[in-house]
């Protein structure tokens, strides 16, 4: 198959990569997006969003004339979509309280492509999705064109050809692994996923591993539910040997140094858009087997106020005077190096700590350079160096760069709740 043409419905943190990575192999990219914002600010050759050596690549592609941005997707031989997978959080949607995913996303990114189709498109799915959302995208795409055939109909010998390739890289490092890591190519049917394998290879150095869409969709929700279990069984052991006197840093380091023991840091929780969502999507279809992946969730998701009851602990026992108090929080970012606080345990500890105490609460993150909306009336935002000195009592949220080369020659000097181990 021949893909000149291809056409990317969302360019967030993956869309706006893959087409930059196609249009660097001099394909004809149309991105879309319904952000009139992010589609000027591309057309310009700049980007909407921090990933490192992303706005270099994008500014050669546009000005090559490989990437073009709009709003209406247009005919192509290709379309990836790589549009939000939510939960909804509205307790109307949840059972149980289980978060159920919304692919309100996907539907109006298919409604939108659906007119332009022509026999012999490929459609890849791209958006972290729960089992079974590639058949119904397929579905919904044969009802908006009865004209055309589609896998789930005639197999192989289908108009359209339709694979779910699930994104798999690492914020911080999408330009590298987008090109090097193994890539799961989920298709409805073998001629599919040879096709979209086809597709891929364009600049995918890493091997294209072919299954059917439903495993390559439960094959990433669990990557994300493994991590997110490993990483509840390191919070759970924090937890634990705060109460047995253990140094629980010490404790990991000793345990994985066993030839088939690996287990993740503990932390203030998880955040981000992807470990704490994803598992969900698994509890909610199998709600009665999936137990672990559930009790985790909750685990990770208990850890912010734990560390708030730790705070208020270590505040009161601080001196009795009067004096109003100075709390420091170290990091907002929901992850060391990057400026994303989106979904951040960090943002909702302070939150819930200035709330919560009668201190001045002072906010430190060499890469957030503005609060967010919900901390802007709380708190201030500081340089650690200029204000540590007058600090009671320091909170280590992230343990981005700056703050693990201090420590590694300086002891804090005050009291310290060190969720990161920065000082192990
Ligand atoms: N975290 C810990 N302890 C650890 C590791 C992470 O508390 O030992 C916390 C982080 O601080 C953060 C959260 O977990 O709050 C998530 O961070 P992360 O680095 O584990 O993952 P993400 O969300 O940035 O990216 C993940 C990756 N998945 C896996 O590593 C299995 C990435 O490859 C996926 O592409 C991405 O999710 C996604 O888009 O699904």
């Known amino acids: 198959m021949k893909f000149e043409n291809i056409c990317v419905v969302g360019l967030g943190y993956i869309g706006l990569p893959t087409a930059t990575m196609f249009a660097?192999?001099?394909?004809?990219?149309?991105?879309?997006?319904?952000?009139?914002?992010?589609v000027d600010t591309i057309s310009r050759g700049e980007i909407h969003i921090v990933e490192p050596d992303l706005d270099i690549a994008v500014h050669a592609a546009v000005k090559g004339g490989y990437l073009r941005a709009t709003t209406v997707p247009e005919k192509a031989d290709a379309f990836l979509i790589a549009v939000p997978t939510p939960f909804r959080k509205d307790d109307a949607d949840t059972c149980d309280g289980v978060p159920t995913p919304d692919l309100s996303y996907i539907q109006a990114a298919v409604r939108s492509i659906a007119p332009v189709?022509?026999?012999?498109?490929?459609?890849?799915?791209?958006?972290?999705?729960?089992?079974?959302?590639?058949?119904?995208?397929?579905?919904?795409?044969?009802?908006?064109?009865?004209?055309?055939?589609?896998?789930?109909?005639?197999?192989?010998?289908?108009?359209?050809?339709?694979?779910?390739c699930p994104e798999r890289v690492l914020p911080g490092r999408v330009m590298l692994e987008l090109i090097d890591n193994d890539r799961i190519i989920g298709g409805m049917t073998p001629r599919c996923a040879t096709a979209a394998c086809q597709l891929y290879k364009e600049f995918v150095r890493g091997a294209c591993l072919l299954t059917d869409a439903r495993t390559a969709e439960m094959a990433?929700?669990?990557?994300?539910?493994?991590?997110?279990?490993?990483?509840?069984?390191?919070?759970?052991?924090?937890?634990i040997c705060e109460a047995e006197g253990i140094n629980v840093w010490e404790l990991i380091e000793l345990a994985n140094r066993h030839p088939r023991v690996n287990i993740l840091q503990p932390g203030p929780g998880v955040g981000g858009h992807c470990i704490a969502v994803d598992p969900w999507f698994i509890v909610s279809r199998n709600p009665?087997?999936?137990?672990?992946i559930s009790t985790a969730r909750r685990v990770n998701d208990l850890k912010p106020g734990w560390v708030l009851g730790k705070i208020v602990e270590e505040l009161s026992a601080l001196d009795g005077s009067d004096?109003?108090?100075?709390?420091?929080?170290?990091?907002?970012?929901?992850?060391?190096?990057?400026?994303?606080?989106?979904?951040?345990?960090?943002?909702?500890?302070v939150q819930e700590a200035a709330r919560l105490l009668s201190a001045d609460i002072l906010v430190m993150d060499p890469y957030v350079k503005e609060l967010p909306a919900s901390l802007i009336p709380?708190?201030?935002?500081?340089?650690?160096?200029?204000?540590?000195?007058?600090?009671?009592?320091?909170?280590?949220?992230?343990?981005?760069?700056?703050i693990k080369a201090w420590a590694s020659d300086n002891l804090p000097g005050i009291p310290v709740i060190d969720t990161r181990g920065v000082w192990k």
């Open 378 to 402: 709380v708190c201030d935002l500081v340089e650690f160096e200029k204000v540590r000195g007058e600090l009671d009592l320091l909170v280590v949220l992230v343990d981005h760069k700056p």
């Open 288 to 292: 009665d087997t999936a137990r672990l």
């Open 323 to 349: 004096r109003r108090k100075k709390v420091g929080f170290y990091g907002l970012a929901f992850k060391a190096d990057i400026d994303d606080t989106r979904e951040s345990p960090a943002v909702k500890i």
């Open 24 to 38: 660097s192999r001099r394909k004809h990219v149309v991105g879309v997006d319904i952000n009139q914002h992010a």
């Open 220 to 239: 990433k929700l669990t990557e994300n539910a493994f991590r997110d279990v490993n990483i509840a069984f390191a919070n759970e052991l924090s937890m």
């Open 117 to 164: 189709l022509e026999k012999g498109n490929l459609i890849i799915l791209e958006s972290t999705s729960p089992v079974g959302a590639t058949e119904r995208m397929a579905a919904w795409l044969a009802d908006e064109r009865p004209d055309l055939t589609f896998p789930q109909q005639v197999g192989d010998q289908a108009d359209i050809l339709i694979a779910h």
